[in-house]
């Protein structure tokens, strides 16, 4: 999984000396992102539902980030935390999903989609380690099945990471931080000819974090992006690195650290951690026209993972412990084809879409007893072939100057086939669905419209999971399940600038699903949950009092229920009830600037009858800048900022440690919230 070359040829590029005077300003027709309140273009008629925005990059320049993925949670709503090491995807949170690793939140960065279906770890997995923060333009985020062109994954929402075309000089971040970290960033642009630049960066970084297990995080990235034109009739190709290996601290159970087993940052198994690397190409082109414009896309990607865990310990092997090996490699190829043109309906204005998505994954995925990453027998080994095609279609149409309606047609087709070492899970299997959607969009009225939302989507299950006959660890009979299974969503929303420098939106929403399919990569099968509803209040809020004061504040309430009745309880683990961020952002104040953050993740079940709760965390956040002089600016971040002792993650299950009886034990397994961390970044722009 070693690529030096990459990094090195990149690495050289970034040392080569560029006059400022090549660092062409965008050509004057692209359109930048307008920013109406604080650090969102979410003004009023830019959207088809109030749950609907944009997130532009001034947001990620002013707040600091733990970890990559943490961008997403500039989407209002979204929780992002962590229960292994720095390596591995993220657990993500929002409408009252533990969306584990990314189901039902579908995620695209750079016209390449980042959830992986089938993969050896989690349906849908979604590692966003690959991102440089740094480069991101804007987040497009959407919740709920009421868009045409969002197809699986995206029952609970989706985000579209779109990376700048270019910096307007070139540009060096060094951070240092507690507990070993060290990143360094290295991002230029040159103007190639009038219309046309290549940008280039690469990144760096190492970190043991505050466990007792140092984690011995080593990533390197790197982006190569060439662009023509404008974001509206343009080219953007775009070539991405990444590699990284680590070792994990994983959840461990609250006894061992009651009993001084183990401290509160210490590990069962030391020898847990993983190695990932991602390689991709990918193609965007826009083109306007008379009367509408062409979007199409393309993409390939190649990825692989060696991920070692350790969630019971000595339950099921006493004598040399429960370790296993989740492997993948895989290649993706794909693409979009979009075609917008305007029109009338007689004399009334109208806009119609259609659109294509191809997707092909190939892949190879195991399961492997190991014992300190020595893989010692094979639970599954199978080989996958996967292709979804999705057709869509989308009008609207402007009935009156207070009244639109966008009406949506989605159909999908899926394909597997799978080749496992063992007979009777091989084969092969189809499965399609029609989806619908619908919305009105009312006004506006006093600077406030009102929005009424439905829509109709699905998840995909595993591709295993729909030709496992046999439990490949027992042998025993286990029944097939459906390859995609429906979503139905629901939204009443409103969205104001009534009151002046104060952009507000409320949704009040539902969202029903036939079965919440789950693979457990950890045993390699599939587990048919029970159909479950979701209800909740949404409320979000930016507030510009002053040129340099930006104030957020987003709260969500949400209950989660199975919709049918069962003896063990409906409630659904790991569904969160509240969510709330609110951040204070000071800007330009002299050479001065900071932000402070505060984020909080409410009390939910471990268990359906919903007797044992993850306690809730909240956590607060700051930054403080100071500019030099206009090439050099100094920042100071601070992380878990009043020293809480919460958890990132909880877990409620049988574990075993050793020299417990063989049964085990029903624990709460929990992974700490990093203490209080400092980093001091230079940045430097020449």
């Not at 849908?124 to 699986?152: C, H, M, Q, W």
């Not at 990453?373 to 609207?396: I, P």
């Amino acid at each position: 999984m070693r690529r030096h070359w990459i990094f090195l040829s990149l690495t050289v590029l970034l040392s080569l000396p560029a006059a400022r005077a090549q660092h062409a300003p965008p050509p004057s027709d692209e359109l930048e992102p307008v920013e109406v309140v604080g650090h969102y273009d979410n003004a009023v008629g830019t959207s088809d539902a109030a749950s609907q925005g944009v997130v532009t990059s001034r947001l990620l320049e002013t707040r600091p980030a733990l970890r990559p993925g943490e961008v997403l949670e500039y989407v209002p709503g979204v929780i992002v935390t962590q229960h292994s090491g720095d390596g591995k995807a993220n657990q993500y949170f929002l409408r009252g999903f533990n969306l584990d690793h990314g189901t039902d939140f579908s995620t695209w960065v750079a016209g390449m989609p980042v959830n992986l279906p089938t993969h050896a770890h989690g349906h849908g997995y979604t590692d966003l380690n690959f991102l440089i923060p740094e480069l991101v333009e804007r987040i497009e985020y959407r919740k709920g099945p009421y868009f045409a062109s969002s197809g699986d994954f995206s029952s609970a929402g989706s985000a579209n990471i779109e990376l700048k075309r270019h910096v307007p000089v070139s540009t060096g971040l060094l951070t240092f931080g507690e507990h070993g970290y060290k990143r360094l960033v290295g991002a230029l642009s040159r103007q190639l000819e009038e219309s046309r630049s290549l940008l280039a960066a690469v990144e760096f970084q190492h970190a043991d974090g505050p466990w007792e297990n140092p984690q011995r995080l080593r990533k390197e990235n790197a982006v190569l992006r060439l662009s023509e034109g404008t974001r509206a009739t343009g080219l953007d190709l775009t070539l991405m690195a990444y590699q990284s290996r680590w070792n994990s601290t994983d959840q461990v159970p609250q006894r061992a650290i009651d009993a001084g087993l183990i401290g509160r940052f210490g590990a069962i198994d030391p020898s847990d951690g993983g190695e990932t690397a991602r390689y991709s190409l990918s193609g965007e082109m826009r083109r306007a026209t008379g009367n509408g414009a062409w979007r199409a896309s393309a993409y390939a990607v190649h990825y692989e993972l060696d991920l070692f865990s350790n969630f019971t310990y000595f339950l099921d092997r006493p004598e040399v412990g429960d370790q296993f090996l989740q492997r993948d490699r895989r290649s993706i190829f794909g693409g979009q084809l979009a075609r917008i043109w305007h029109g009338t309906l007689g004399t009334l204005p109208m806009t119609n879409e259609v659109g294509l998505q191809l997707r092909h994954d190939r892949i190879r995925v195991g399961l492997f007893d190991s014992v300190r990453r020595s893989v010692t027998d094979t639970t599954r080994d199978d080989r996958v072939r996967q292709t979804s095609l999705g057709l869509y279609a989308e009008n609207a149409v402007n009935w009156k100057p207070w009244l639109r309606s966008v009406l949506g047609l989605r159909a999908d087709e899926y394909r597997w086939s799978v080749d496992s070492d063992q007979p009777l899970n091989s084969g092969k299997s189809t499965d399609s669905l029609v989806s619908p959607k619908a919305s009105l969009v009312f006004g506006p009225w006093a600077k406030t419209e009102y929005f009424v939302n439905w829509g109709r989507g699905f998840h995909s299950n595993d591709a295993r999971g729909t030709l496992t006959r046999v439990d490949p660890r027992t042998g025993t009979p286990v029944p097939v399940v459906p390859g995609l299974v429906r979503s139905t969503g629901y939204e009443l929303g409103a969205r104001t600038e009534v009151l002046p420098n104060l952009q507000s939106s409320l949704s009040l929403w539902r969202l029903d699903i036939g079965s919440e399919l789950v693979f457990v990569g950890d045993a390699g099968t599939t587990e048919p949950s029970r159909p479950s509803r979701r209800e909740g209040i949404e409320w979000s809020n930016r507030y510009l009092p002053r040129s340099w004061l930006v104030v957020d504040l987003d709260l969500a309430l949400t209950k989660a229920r199975f919709a049918d009745a069962a003896p063990e309880g409906n409630r659904i683990p790991g569904a969160v009830s509240r969510v709330m961020s609110a951040a204070i952002g000071i800007r330009d104040r002299g050479p001065w600037s900071g932000s402070l953050q505060l984020r909080h993740l409410g009390p939910r079940p471990l268990i359906e009858d919903g007797s044992v709760k993850a306690a809730s965390t909240t956590l607060a956040n700051a930054r403080v800048g100071y500019r030099v002089n206009p090439s050099l600016a100094f920042f100071l971040d601070v992380f878990n900022l009043f020293d809480r002792k919460a958890n990132d993650i909880e877990y409620f299950y049988t574990s075993r440690l050793n020299g417990e009886p063989l049964s085990g034990f029903d624990d709460r397994h929990i992974h700490p919230v990093e203490p209080r961390t400092f980093r001091v970044s230079a940045l430097l722009r020449f």
